[in-house]
């Protein structure tokens, strides 16, 4: 999954006859001059009072929100409809929005007085109770943010009051819209570049778990996770879904990928720091760094004031946490700071607050994700190919990134035999999925036989099988699982000792004593000749040369097959 395309960034939502001709469309304006896609009711579809289907699409289809209450906002039940579907897409979706309290203030949205209080007082009388309570919750939450019939929009007013937003009074309008165009640019443009697994399985649990952990909903304090497991088991696919979920909900947010990998050398720190600093920043040319400490201070400096979502993926060494993220006092009220790693000391040592172990899927888990990848279904397509994922399952120990490779590579492996049939190619081919510890290099060949293929895992792959398959100690060539390919049907076979390596070790054996024999045929024909040639004897000269190179010869080609 990647991040999801949007047709607008922003939707706009306001009462006409109070904003239209003047705050609202200067608003519009702006933010088209920063190239943000908006949407903005120029047709003036909010006639009747249900809201219409085009507004709800674009609501739907919208990154954010601008909801501009006005005096007047709360006596349009359209207003409402439409603020009780903003409230209902940043429940159920990503989307994000941004209140402005147009000359009334969160506390009386929040609390619901004044004209807003008369308003929702006026729709009991042409609305049931439980409308009136929806709107009144809408109302009340973007209060909320510092930006449902009658019960609904009570709701959606009470939570949008609470949403942090901006307020018009004692504001000059074209200063204020510039600080909201600012902000709206930087909240549109830095939308994460991550990229996100499809068909995750098993997510939600772990999600849920460390979202209880960091809290967000609390503004004062500044939280650390630390996420630790075994090479490929998920972690950084978990961060990545809570960063995804949540990075609007904060002031600024970087996602700092690959540490391990990125950090080799003494100074290679410094261009991770400015990673960090350009993802926050937004610009590059603000900022510059030479060293380690100058990009630690710099972080520091930049960070303390605001609330920021900080992900530090895949951190292996205690100096770097301490360079890219030195203490609790770095951050703003409200920062959440995440660190994957696979040593659980590290974040002990860091003393992180809290802490969170990834282990590998439950077998129906493991089932699910393998099957998917394997048969584009969520279970196995009949008892054989159950008989091959259950075995797969057990000998991965529910590694997710395994699974997916070896799903992957088995579905590839058919869709290429149905091909070839499809081609006309009357062949057999096998795929040895090799699970084991000890894998040797030259693992990827072709088999003796013209029908048979061994395929090697890739190198991340073949690290994460060693991190897990220590207790089983198997020998790469000594235990394989075979699926052969008959016409058109697979035949999964069990688990069976292969003699390859025993064949292997014997070719190694038997090399250096053929070796030692075709050395003591030359020695012996050199010695002939010399002979025959002391007796000058020609013929039987030639005769020598030509057996002993003969011998050399058969040798040679029997060592590498020929014969």
């Known amino acids: ?10 939707f706009l939502s306001f009462r006409g006859e109070d904003t239209r001709k003047n705050f609202t469309s200067h608003l519009y304006n702006s933010l088209k001059k ?15 009072k249900e809201i219409h289907p085009t507004l709800a699409k674009a609501i739907e289809e919208s990154r954010l929100s601008i909801v501009v209450i006005s005096k007047n906002y709360a006596f349009s039940p359209w207003c409402l409809n439409e603020l ?24 009386e949205v929040r609390d619901q007085k004044a004209m807003v209080g008369e308003a929702l007082a006026k729709h009991k009388q042409a609305f049931s109770m439980e409308k009136v309570q929806e709107w009144r919750k809408a109302l009340h939450q973007v209060a909320n943010l510092a930006g449902w019939k009658v019960q609904e929009w009570r709701k959606a007013l009470h939570q949008v009051a609470n949403l942090a937003g901006w307020t018009t009074t004692d504001r000059n309008q074209s200063d204020l819209i510039e600080e909201i165009v600012k902000h709206i640019n930087i909240q549109v443009k830095r939308v994460p570049v991550i990229s996100i697994p499809e068909h995750l399985v098993g997510i939600d649990a772990h999600l849920s778990k460390i979202e209880s952990h960091l809290d967000i909903k609390n503004p004062n304090e500044v ?5 630790y497991g075994p090479q490929g088991v998920g972690k950084s696919t978990l961060a ?18 690959c540490i391990r990998e990125r950090i ?14 350009s993802e926050i920043l937004g610009d590059s040319s603000l900022f510059a760094c030479y060293n380690r400490e100058e990009g630690a201070k710099m972080i520091e400096d930049v960070l303390s004031s605001k609330r920021v979502l900080l992900v530090l993926d895949d951190v292996d ?53 393998f099957s998917w990848h394997a048969f584009k279904r969520n279970e196995p397509e009949d008892q054989r190919s159950r008989e091959l994922t259950n075995a797969i399952v057990t000998y991965t120990k529910g590694i997710p990134s395994v699974l997916v490779k070896l799903g992957t590579n088995l579905f590839s492996e058919r869709m290429s035999y149905r091909q070839s049939e499809v081609d006309g190619e009357n062949k057999q081919v096998g795929l040895k999925c090799t699970l084991a510890r000890n894998m040797p290099k030259e693992m990827f060949k072709q088999g003796r036989e013209c029908n048979v293929e061994t395929r090697r895992l890739d190198t991340s792959s073949e690290q994460i099988l060693r991190q897990h398959m220590e207790p089983l100690d198997m020998n790469v060539q000594e235990e394989c699982f075979e699926v052969e390919r008959e016409d ?12 390859v390596y025993e064949e292997e070790s014997e070719d190694l054996m038997t090399f250096p004593v053929a070796l030692l024999f075709q050395a003591s045929a030359f020695i012996i024909s050199v010695s002939l000749i010399f002979y025959l040639r002391q007796n000058n004897c020609i013929l039987f000269q030639a005769s020598a040369f030509v057996i002993s190179v003969s011998l050399i010869l058969i040798f040679y080609f029997r060592q590498n097959n020929c014969i």
């Open 223 to 227: 939280r650390m996770l630390g996420i």
């Open 317 to 369: 060494d205690i100096q770097q946490l301490e360079k890219l993220a030195g203490g609790f006092h770095w951050f703003g009220p409200g920062s959440r700071i995440i660190i994957t790693t696979q040593k659980a000391k590290l974040l002990h040592n860091y003393k992180v607050h809290f802490t969170y172990e990834m282990k590998g899927m439950n077998p129906a888990e493991a089932v699910q994700l």
């Open 264 to 277: 080799k050398g003494k100074y290679e720190i410094v261009e991770v720091q400015k990673v960090l600093l």
């Open 240 to 257: 990545k879904v809570f960063y995804y979920k949540h990075f609007s909900e904060f002031e600024c947010c970087s996602f700092v990928e």
């Open 1 to 10: 999954m990647v991040m999801s395309s949007h047709t607008y960034d922003v």
């Open 84 to 107: 009780k579907k903003i409230v209902e897409c940043k429940n159920t979706k990503d989307h994000v929005i941004k209140p402005i309290f147009f000359e009334v203030t969160p506390s």
């Open 34 to 48: 920063m190239k943000i896609r908006t949407f903005m009711d120029e047709r003036e579809l909010k006639k009747g």
């Open 488 to 499: 058109d049907d697979f035949k999964h076979k069990q688990l069976e000792t292969e003699e």
